[in-house]
């Protein structure tokens, strides 16, 4: 592309000649420069001053505005967002001039319009579309919703005359304003408005109430409505925008547009949008084949990439807040980082957006008309072209068609709709082919066999299914179809159909989930593999269906769980939730609780395809729980009243299976909390934020808990502070004073750790823990007591018949703990390498290394330990018990009674 022509191109443009004539003595009255809200005023009232009225003066600042911007633009190539900035700047101008002239004219004949308690109702002016986005383009109507906050009368005149109902006084501002910008007079007009958006289009009344919008969002608000309203912003008067009333309607918008769950039932909708556009566009250039040309509205013009970059933010806006912003390269940017689109494909689409919203800004700087369509005639498509840098027409046109065919692909990719015939879905059977919308349920059982049918037949009379809408009738029924071809083909297991059946019955009313699964095959496909690979995970999509998205990629299975990156989404999501003013306790208690879910979610769908080892699992579940106890401390901290600093001096140690990196699902998390301040409150303070800790993790809302938390392991029990300072905690481990701990504690020190704190508590923290563990005793006594403590754990496990419990029978994994436990505390003195928190395993190495017991006994013993860790995890996954028969682990058995009997020197029963 090239600029080095030394013609001035704005002089083509009829419309800026036409302006150039008309207001030859007026264009010096703009400053130089790109036409900014700061410029506008000072040429407004410069107008105004020459004798022009309101409604003039706002005409000729347009017509100047626009000539400024199609000089720069063709000259110099002005940035997109300059002059889209400048026009929605002309555009908020405007309309707050026109509100205060209709507001004084109507205050004057019927008074102030006033709310219960007497003071002035407020109005909300909300830009809808480009301009709520600030985007508009440069010969763009502006779509308007008023929004008033209170019913009501005005106060009337002075001799008590005039009152009139709040809305009938706002319906004669609508009508002003359109008078001083819409009308079109001899010098123009300043915008065309639009007033179709609002709630019951042009039959709905002019302005309407903030109850009343709530209310139609509630019980009439359409699917594609929620796309007008995704860029919705409140822009006048300038005294609302910010306001309470502007931060109410915020809050009655966001939920009407992003759902909690997510939302594929958008699809069909944005599809049947489109599909009314595309035939109004057919009609439209009917015997007018230059109208195919259409840069917003044909195949791959603007229309398709704001509808797959919205259709994107609606589905999972309500998941990920950060997704809540208005203009469409800043969402593009976003969807990148959610990972909801790659990289090249947003760059790709920014590109394709930037180039055709120029080509739409030349073709209407041509003659001020609001067209999208390239133009016939060979002079205007050239200067259109050499405008943008092309030295030829031809040259312009395939760069127009290499953007527009990128963006009809990705457009055709996501929102195309669902394939005719399903991914596996390949039958000889007729039948089974036939349309999921022919269907009702007795041809549907008709298709079926086995359990499935018999499942399924419980649907003729279930009120659910009956209440269905018949649009989810027939997607339930298109699932049912799709997932008896799978189970006929082989690809799926009855017993995954049936549990299918089962996990989706109580959730239709959620009718988003069917939509998912109809949208996405893959999805369907891998909720069968994980259904029919264990009982749990059912139960657990049961209670926490949102995260049924998370399998939708196949990068996520690969991959492991990173917790900075966790770390680093969640408090993206922090940050836009606090930006739309949504940062309350049950947003921020929810999004912990969907993020959590989510990440159980990928783990679980890894773990039950084979991509990752027991060990791993347990690994990534504990760096979840950490992240976790991490993030919800700091945002708790925030969040506490009578806290006294920027952060706080204080740490969780964690104990058990977290302690040890062995989380597993479902797990308790057994912590302790500690606190280093000498602040006089200190023990109040951090009381209450312990307090409010275990509250957020633990307490039940609609998206579930987070966590059990059990302290029962701090100094003294359930009978001890719920936080102490780090003081008393060391001396109780370290046996300094009268209240010190037992030997069950020390036991349980070996596997400690310091999940949350500085680094100065970090290592404070492990070196009583070293301290502690590599203290000299009494091997006869410790051994008695371990032997003991033992006992009371086997009585209070007994096993009936001739099972073996994996964790509690003789030689089962806690026999091989104890031991390990023992070594620990009797021998670390000697040994400083068994005082490393790295697991059984590694430690049963370990003490086979140092010759504290013969070789394999160790290593077979750490062999045992992995596989009783392996069955009791599959059972727990299918929710069987964890005792099997005699011959199942009688290897594993006898190597954990050989270590018994290496480390205490005596059998024990089997």
């Known amino acids: 592309m090239t600029r080095n022509s030394p013609v001035s191109w704005s002089d083509r443009s009829r419309f800026a000649q036409r302006i150039r004539r008309r207001y030859a003595a007026e264009l010096a009255l703009l400053p130089v420069g790109a036409p900014n809200k700061e410029l506008l005023e000072p040429l407004f009232l410069a107008l105004r001053a020459q004798g022009a009225d309101a409604g003039s003066a706002l005409r000729m600042t347009r017509q100047l505005v626009l000539e400024r911007l199609l000089c720069l633009d063709c000259e110099v190539a002005l940035e997109l967002k300059v002059v889209t900035g400048c026009m929605t700047d002309l555009a908020e101008f405007a309309l707050c001039q026109a509100f205060d002239a209709a507001s004084r004219a109507l205050d004057d004949a019927h008074g102030e319009p006033l709310n219960p308690q007497g003071q002035r109702a407020s109005l909300c002016i909300v830009g809808m579309g480009k301009l709520g986005a600030r985007e508009l383009n440069v010969s763009s109507d502006i779509d308007l919703i008023y929004v008033y906050d209170h019913d009501g009368d005005t106060a009337g005149t002075n001799n008590g005359r005039g009152r009139i109902s709040n809305q009938e006084y706002f319906g004669k501002l609508v009508r002003a304003m359109f008078a001083l910008l819409g009308e079109t007079t001899e010098h123009g007009f300043v915008f065309r408005v639009d007033l179709a958006l609002r709630p019951n289009g042009n039959s709905g009344p002019p302005a309407v109430s903030l109850s009343a919008l709530e209310e139609y969002f509630h019980v009439q608000g359409r699917e594609w409505e929620r796309f007008a309203w995704l860029k919705s912003r409140v822009l006048a008067p300038a005294g609302v925008v910010g306001s309470a009333f502007a931060l109410q309607l915020r809050a009655a918008v966001a939920p009407f547009v992003f759902r909690r769950y997510l939302d594929y039932s958008v699809f069909d909708a944005l599809r049947i949008l489109h599909r009314q556009i595309r035939d109004h566009a057919s009609k439209r250039s009917a015997g007018h084949p230059e109208r195919n040309n259409d840069v917003k509205l044909s195949r791959g013009g603007i229309r398709e990439i704001e509808f797959t970059v919205q259709l994107l933010q609606v589905v999972r806006g309500g ?31 920014a590109k394709a957006y930037v180039f055709l919203r120029q080509v739409e800004h030349r073709i209407q700087y041509l003659d001020d008309q609001q067209t999208h369509l390239l133009p016939t005639d060979d002079a205007d498509l050239g200067w259109i072209a050499h405008t943008l840098g092309f030295a030829q027409s031809s040259d312009f046109l395939a760069q127009l068609d290499t953007h527009r065919e990128l963006v009809a692909q990705e457009f055709d990719a996501l929102l ?260 280093d301040d000498e602040d006089e409150r200190a023990g109040e303070v951090y009381a209450a934020l312990v307090r409010k800790l275990i509250n957020w993790l633990t307490v039940k809302t609609s998206e579930g808990d987070v966590y059990e938390i059990d302290t029962a392991l701090r100094p003294n029990g359930n009978s001890g502070l719920l936080v102490s300072t780090f003081t008393a905690y060391a001396n109780y481990q370290q046996q300094r004073g009268s209240n010190t701990a037992w030997t ?75 031991a390990v436990q023992f070594l620990v505390l009797s021998e670390g003195h000697r040994h400083p390498e068994l005082l490393d928190n790295v697991g059984n395993i590694a430690l049963l190495q370990r003490v086979q ?62």
């Open 416 to 675: 195309g709709g669902p394939p005719k015939t399903c991914n596996g879905c390949s039958s000889g059977s007729k039948d089974a082919a036939a349309p999921a919308s022919d269907l009702d349920i007795d041809t549907l059982l008709a298709l079926l066999h086995g359990a499935v049918k018999d499942r399924v037949a419980l649907w003729r009379t279930h009120p659910r299914v009956v209440a269905l809408r018949d649009e989810s009738r027939v997607r339930l029924f298109k699932l049912v179809q799709r997932t008896a071809q799978w189970v006929a083909d082989g690809s799926a297991s009855e017993e995954a159909a049936v549990r299918l059946v089962d996990w989706i019955e109580p959730l239709l009313r959620r009718e988003s989930y069917l939509a998912l699964l109809v949208e996405r095959p893959g999805v369907h496909q891998r909720l069968l593999r994980i259904l029919g690979a264990a009982r749990w995970p059912a139960r657990y999509f049961l209670k926490h269906p949102g995260g049924i998205d998370e399998l939708a990629g196949s990068a996520m299975v690969a991959e492991r769980f990173d917790a900075a990156v966790f770390e680093s989404d969640l408090e993206r999501r922090l940050t836009a939730l606090k930006l739309s003013g949504e940062d309350d306790e049950e947003n921020l208690l929810n999004l912990l609780r969907r993020a959590h879910h989510a990440e159980v979610f990928r783990t679980l769908a890894r773990d039950v395809e084979g991509r990752i080892t027991v060990e791993q699992v347990a690994d990534d579940l504990s760096a979840l729980a950490e992240v976790l106890l991490r993030i919800t401390t700091r945002w708790c901290w925030a969040r506490l009243k009578s806290r006294h600093g920027e952060t706080p001096r204080f740490a969780i140690i964690a104990y058990g299976k977290l302690g040890g990196k062995e989380l597993g699902y479902g797990s308790d998390l057994d912590i302790v909390f500690v606190y």
């Open 319 to 349: 998941q990920f807040p950060e997704l809540r912003t208005r203009p469409t390269l800043s969402a593009l940017e976003r969807l990148v980082k959610a990972e909801l689109m790659d990289a090249p494909t947003a760059q790709g689409l």
């Open 849 to 910: 290394d140092c010759g504290l017991i013969a070789a394999p006994i160790g290593a077979h013993a750490a062999s045992a330990y992995r596989t009783l860790r392996q069955i009791q995890h599959r059972a727990r996954l299918n929710e069987e018990p964890t005792q099997v028969g005699p011959d199942v682990a009688a290897q594993e058995q006898a190597a954990g009674l050989a270590l018994w009997v290496a480390v205490f020197g005596a059998t024990i029963q089997p």
């Open 744 to 818: 069950w504690e020390h036991q349980a020190m070996t596997r400690a750790r310091c999940v949350f704190g500085s680094s100065e508590l970090h290592a404070r923290f492990e070196a009583v823990r070293q301290a502690v563990i590599s203290s000299q005793r009494d091997r006869t006594a410790l051994h008695d007591e371990i032997v003991a403590m033992r006992e009371k754990v086997r009585s209070g496990h007994p096993i009936k018949g001739d099972y073996f419990d994996v964790k509690h029978s003789a030689g089962g994994m806690v026999d091989i703990e104890f």
